[in-house]
C-alpha cells in the first residue's frame, strides 16, 4: 500500500483522524486528506497537513489540478479511500449516491476500496434510516470498520464511537493480505499455564502470550476461521477470532482436543508447563516458623501437542520449542518425539515478554532461519509458510 485518500467529516471523533495520518505516515504510506467544512470546526486542516506532508483538500472548487478534475483525479492511483471520522450525513450521502463536496464527489468517482469508521451518538447509529444506509453501503462493498461502544462525548453510552486509530489502521492494511487460508479453520494455543499450588501461589513462566496471539491475528487476516486457546495472558483479542481462556494444562488439554480434530491447522504456540503438583492445597501454606520448607511433589501434565499428533484425524500440526541452548538440536529432538511435519524455534526466554523475535523453521528436510523481526510480521511469514506446506500436501 503505497497511498490512500483519508476523508474526515464533522464530529468529534475528527480529533483521532490526526494519530490515524501519523500511523499511516509512519509506515510509509503517502496520505491526502480530504475534509469536509463540518470536520474544520473540529480540527484545523494545518494540524493534519503538518502530519501527513502534503497539501489537505476541502473544496470542490479549489483543488489544484490542472484539468479541474480534482475529484476524479485524487482517487486515481490510490489504494484506498478511509473516511474516519464517517458520519451519519456523509453514511447517507454515499449510500444514496449523493455528491454535493468534495469528500462525498471523489467516493462516488472513486476506482479503489472504500472503508468507513462510522462515528455518531448511540441513537443515531441505531436510527432505522442509519442502519438502512448501512447495509446498503455494505451491499454495494464498502467496508465499514466498527462502530465500537462505549462513553460518548454527549455524556450517553452505547454503539457509535469511533474505532481507535489503531484498529483502523490495522483493519484497512490487513485488507490487502492475500486470503490464502481461505476456508480453513486453524486452532492456536498461547501464553503459560498456571498449576496452583494453594489458593494464591502456583508454577507457571514467563510467556506473554504475543507470539500466539500474533499468529492468531495473521491466520485470521488469511482468511482463516480462528479459534485461540490461551493461558493467563493480559491482551486484547483478535479482531474475529474466537477466544478460550482458561488455566491450566489440564484445562488446556481438555479444550483443545475436542476441537483439534475438526481443524485444518493446530499450531502449539503455548509455553505449557510440564509439571504441576501432584496434589492441590486447599488452604494457604504457611510458615510454621521451623524454616524448613514444605515438599512440593510434582506430577507430568499431559502433553497437548503430542495427543493432537495421535489423532486419527489429525490437523496440520506445528509445534513451538522455547530452548535456552542448542535450539536446532532440540527443535529436531521435539520434532521426531511429537511426530509432527513442523516445529518453529526460538530462544525463549530472551524473548518472552517483547514484541520481536527470530524464529527457526525446522522439518524433516531441514532448517530456514526467519531472521529477526516484530513478531505480526513473523506471524505473517509463518502462515504464508504454512499455506504453502497445506497446498503442497493438497
Known sequence: MARIVLGVTGGIAAYKAAELTRLFVKADIAVDVVMTASATRFIAPITLQALSGRPVLTDLWASGADNGMGHINLTRGADAVVVAPASADFLAKVAQGHADDLLSTLASARDCPLFVAPAMNRQMWGNAATQRNVVRLQADGVTVLGPGSGDQACGETGAGRMWEPEQIFDAVLASRIPKVLAGKTVLVTAGPTFEAIDPVRGITNLSSGKMGFAIARAAQEAGADVTLVCGPVHLPTPRHVRRIDVASAQQMHDTVLPLAGLQHVFVATAAVADWRPASYAQRKIKKDGSRTAPALELAENPDILAAVARLPQRPYCVGFAAETDDLAV???????????????????????????????????????????????????????????RLEALA
Open 330 to 388: 532440540n527443535a529436531r529432538e521435539k520434532l521426531k518425539r511429537k511426530n509432527v511435519p513442523l516445529i518453529v524455534g526460538n530462544i525463549g526466554p530472551a524473548t518472552f515478554g517483547r514484541d520481536d523475535n527470530a524464529l527457526l523453521l525446522v522439518d524433516a528436510d531441514g532448517e530456514r532461519a526467519l531472521p529477526g523481526a516484530d513478531k505480526l510480521s513473523l506471524a505473517r511469514e509463518l502462515v504464508r509458510e504454512i499455506a504453502g
